[in-house]
């Protein structure tokens, strides 16, 4: 995700946001930075679509400072880049309602007719898509297409993709993707219109994971392996004109598109402009003026923490912005496998040291954050994270530098965190409160479209990343054991388990909970394993962000997607006036 730095008007921020007494665990925000009336003031619109009906036609511009991660859907695995692939340039099986707050958290089918059909105990999954679907060529899609690029997914050469497939599929164990015409005899696509998944174990969830990019089709005789990122083949409602990395996305419609095939997409511009390579605080401060072109302008990145004073307390911007919860944890994850991090008491000694308020701060205030005391968020809790620690927020230094001492650290240790460049501010509040306990952190930068590719090369990362994980859909199976299972890591291309955490008890009983058949009971075991966890100390939780969207005048039907990390929803969004806008 796109993150942002620290300064001092982030601080000032934070005091005229948060009015009232200290809150707990030691922290001096109240929860959800509630202003003196008790609201949120960032939070004003949530729920409800922005800027009422958009009218076809036009063209909408996004400005952004990076370029993406991935657009190859066999690797794109970045919620808020997810969430561009699958609303415009692919479909999958089943995906999303294009809807604000909880409504957008409801599964409909896509390509699929349903949301699929299991047998045998949940072990098979049948799905029939749709009729009249095509790609941009006007070519059908297939259900050979989708199978192609599920098995594409296990390639060496594509890393970085959701891994349900490698997770659940009969067989896959060693697969190595469809080179040499080698191919999944779990996959069965009796015709073009069906395809059956063979489980080797139940997982009653499945049609949620196809809500992945993995499952959206791919032509085989389209795919161009690692170049396939730089022009993926549309089945969506817009194709690639045109894409200079890190500089300009350029999509037009897809006249191979049939709205009457797909009850998600409104597709209502005529051209998506995506212009990279801007300074965050320029893309910022275009769209509070929201002048010119900008008046049809969104931003990719969330609101940088200091630009809020510009915003917050202006009614008129106000009614532009969208503040979703992006339902993900910030952690700070350790190198588990590597002295010192593999001694539990220097990983508790993290914790303990750790101001998490700081980081808070350093994030735009309690308006656009929540506090982390849990690893899951606390939509997986059933509204309200546990603290089963009682760390306080603002650390504790003296409990840290005892756990140094029984570690034989007594002097403290010298460390580096790699972070991506938005999160410097909120790396330089981690190194200064670490630093109290006498914890020497180096930070090192990277781009945000490099940033997953640094960590994920087990062998030559850090021993700290700041980086976070968001629940694909609402249950624990799908945040814990992709963190902390250590089954799946990888040597490059490694996601999720930054920790690089291997604890046998832990993995035990994730596969105890993954074969309960009573999701409430499974519920309640994912909840009490993330407490057990945490005891271990693989990570320390540090915060839940809001992702702060500050909508050009002219924009129409904008809202976050919770189910995409808050990122404005590409289904609808469109303009009020199409003739007003540029390009």
Not at 76 to 93: A, H, I, K, P, Q
Request: hydrophobic fraction near 35%; aromatic fraction near 8%; include cysteine.
């Amino acid at each position: 995700m796109n993150k942002r730095t620290l300064t001092a008007v982030a601080t000032a921020l934070a005091a005229t946001v948060t009015l009232g007494a200290a809150g707990c665990s030691g922290s001096k925000h109240p929860a959800g930075g509630q202003g003196a009336d008790g609201k949120n003031p960032a939070t004003a619109n949530q729920g409800a679509v922005v800027g009422g009906t958009p009218q076809k036609g036009g063209t909408l511009t996004v400005l952004s400072n990076q370029d993406f991660t991935h657009l190859d859907p066999a690797r794109n695995w970045v919620m808020s880049d997810m969430e561009f692939g699958t609303r415009l340039l692919y479909r999958t099986l089943v995906t999303y309602k294009a809807a604000p707050g909880t409504a957008g958290g409801e599964l409909v089918p896509d390509l699929a007719t349903d949301l699929g059909s299991s047998s045998n105990g949940a072990k098979t999954w049948t799905f029939h898509l749709k009729q009249g679907v095509k790609y941009e060529d006007g070519t059908p899609v297939t259900a050979q297409d989708i199978k192609y690029n599920v098995e594409r997914s296990f390639s060496p050469d594509l890393p970085g993709g959701a891994d349900y497939a490698a997770r659940y599929l009969a067989g896959a164990e060693g697969y190595q993707g469809p080179a040499e015409g080698k191919h999944l005899a779990s996959i069965k696509t009796p015709d073009d219109h069906t395809i059956v998944f063979e489980l080797r174990k139940p997982f009653a969830e499945f049609p949620n994971a196809t809500v992945m990019p993995t499952f959206a089709p791919v032509p085989k005789d389209k795919d161009k392996g690692p170049q396939y990122d730089n022009r993926p083949f549309s089945s969506g409602p817009y194709k690639i004109e045109s894409y200079e990395r890190g500089k300009k996305l350029v999509l037009v419609r897809n006249t191979g598109w049939d709205a009457s095939t797909d009850q998600v997409r409104k597709a209502y511009p005529d051209k998506l402009v995506m212009v990279m390579g801007l300074k965050a605080n320029q893309i910022d401060d275009r769209l509070i003026a929201s002048q010119g072109a900008d008046a049809s302008a969104v931003s990719w990145g969330a609101l940088r923490p200091e630009s809020a004073a510009k915003v917050l307390p202006d009614a008129e911007v106000r009614k532009r912005l969208i503040a979703e919860s992006t339902n993900c944890t910030d952690m700070v994850q350790m190198h588990t496998g590597r002295a010192p991090f593999n001694d539990v008491k220097i990983r508790q000694a993290v914790q303990y040291a750790l101001d998490r308020d700081s980081v808070l701060t350093a994030s735009g205030g309690p308006a656009f954050n929540d506090l982390s005391t849990a690893y899951m968020p606390a939509t997986l809790f059933d509204g309200k994270e546990p603290d089963t620690l009682k760390i306080p927020a603002t650390g504790d230094v003296e409990k840290a530098k005892q756990l140094l001492k029984e570690a034989g650290k007594p002097d403290g240790f010298e460390t580096k965190m790699t972070v991506s460049t938005g999160d410097k501010g909120r790396a330089e509040a981690i190194q200064q409160s670490l630093g109290k306990a006498g914890i020497k952190v180096t930070i090192e930068t990277v781009d945000p479209s490099a940033f997953y590719a640094t960590i994920g090369d087990t062998k030559n990362r850090t021993d700290i990343a700041y980086t976070g994980w968001c629940p694909d859909y609402p249950s624990g199976s799908t945040f814990l054991p992709f963190v902390f299972d250590g089954r799946y890591i990888k040597e490059k291309g490694n996601s999720g388990n930054h920790s690089l955490f291997r604890d046998e008890p832990t993995m035990k009983r994730m596969d105890e909970i993954a074969a309960m058949t009573d999701a409430k009971q499974a519920n309640t075991a994912w909840q009490q394993l993330d407490g057990e966890i945490l005891a271990k100390a693989p990570a320390v939780p540090v915060l839940v962000r809001r992702w702060p969207l500050v909508l050009g005048s002219n924009i129409a039907g904008a809202y976050g997607q919770t189910s995409f990390g808050g990122q404005l929803d590409y289904a609808t969004v469109g303009l009020k006036d199409p003739s007003k806008s540029q390009g």
